[in-house]
């Protein structure tokens, strides 16, 4: 008989392997693969092949039918380099009502918890089907779930209502934004700066890209915002500047500028829109930056996009999910999660997990037992709705 581990036991597990985005997750999807096949339970690994030391793992239990409900986790964790811990990070600590670790919040909690309602739902028998799908990469821009959702397709029958077990303090969101961000390069052309109208500065060419976001971000505060739009704080596209570099001496137009601009773009717009207004203003200055010197021009690379996530009307996984937990309220985040990205592939999908956002990436990181057992008496309640 395969040993049957507990929720604790199975995130203790997780925890123990540091698998830091930009380090290898290939040692843990061993293991979760290993578990899953000593109860019996086929399991499948995607690997990046533009990062061979990472993969994906999704699995489907139950009936081969379509309809499963989808439990997604991403595996990756942020680094703890300069964080104080108290405790060893990669070891789970319970201390004060508290499991502390690396990871224990966001988001190996829900992991474990959905590892182990998959093995129970195996052991117990469902009449609908149970999908785990783990991921990796989330933290450094939800690179990660696009292609493991592309590869999930043709292997599992398709899944009707997703289930991302972000920290929520299990309620369920419904809705956060999408960010697109883009890494934007002026190259102008240096003269001395008394010859002005003879050089491009890039800087103060970038300065009018800049200040466009200013006209656009003061446009869409005044804009009336729709029935969606206003459950999100703002409830409007914010368009921003965090740096900017560029420039060598007071009296030279500098030859480079450079800065991201990123939105935030509320449920209903299209990200897309934005990528070609932000382009189409691009262009113009460039073509005006270009009739004073050929030499200059403004290089744009979309550095990061996570399409938001829009609340759906009657949706499948925000109705099993309330079900499950009595929440009935309206709740988005302000942050942008794999959530989106199911839901753009034609998945129904809800965020709802254990813990506090406010507690995932800061040194002695945590979930209270509380929380957890939330996250356990969450999933004990799916496998009894999937009996049914
Ligand atoms: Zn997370």
Known sequence: MATVLTPLEIMT????????????????????????ASHGIESHRWVDPRQPHKAAVFAHVGPRVEGAVVLSGHTDVVPVD??????????????????????TCD?????????????????????????????????????G?????????????????????????????????????????????????????????????????????????AENMAAEPGEV????????????????????????????????????VVPGENASDWEAAYLAEVRRIEAEMQAIHPDSRIDVQRVFAVPGLVPEAEGRAEALVRSLTGDNGTHVVSYGTEAGQFQAAGYSAVICG???????????EYITVAQFAAGHAFMRKLLERLQG
Request: proline share 6%; aromatic share 8%; hydrophobic share 40%.
């Open 107 to 143: 988001m190996k909690g829900f992991d474990a918890l959905a590892i182990w309602a998959l093995v129970e739902a195996h052991r117990q028998g469902v009449s609908r089907p149970l999908q785990l799908a783990l991921s990796f990469d989330e933290e450094i821009g939800c690179t």
């Open 145 to 217: 779930a696009p292609p493991m959702i592309e590869a999930m397709q043709p292997l599992l029958p398709k899944g009707a209502a997703v289930i991302v077990g972000e920290p929520s303090m299990m309620q369920a969101v419904t809705g956060h934004k999408g960010i697109i961000g883009f890494d934007t390069h002026l190259t102008g052309f240096e003269v001395h700066s008394s010859l002005l109208h003879t050089g491009v500065s890039a800087v103060m060419q970038g300065a009018r890209l800049i200040d466009w976001a200013n006209q656009r971000n």
């Open 82 to 103: 300069g964080q104080e811990w108290q405790s060893d990070p990669f070891t789970v600590e319970e201390r004060d009502g508290k499991y502390f670790g690396r990871g």
């Open 354 to 364: 254990p813990g506090d956002i406010a507690q995932a990436h800061q040194p002695n």
């Open 229 to 264: 739009q206003a459950m999100f704080e703002p409830p409007w596209t914010t368009a921003h500047v965090g740096t900017v570099t560029g420039g060598t001496a007071n009296n030279i137009t500098a030859k480079e500028c450079r800065f991201v601009m990123d939105f935030r």
């Open 13 to 36: 597990r997780l925890v123990s392997f540091p698998t830091v985005s930009h380090e290898t997750n290939l040692p843990l999807v061993d293991w979760v693969q290993a578990y899953l």
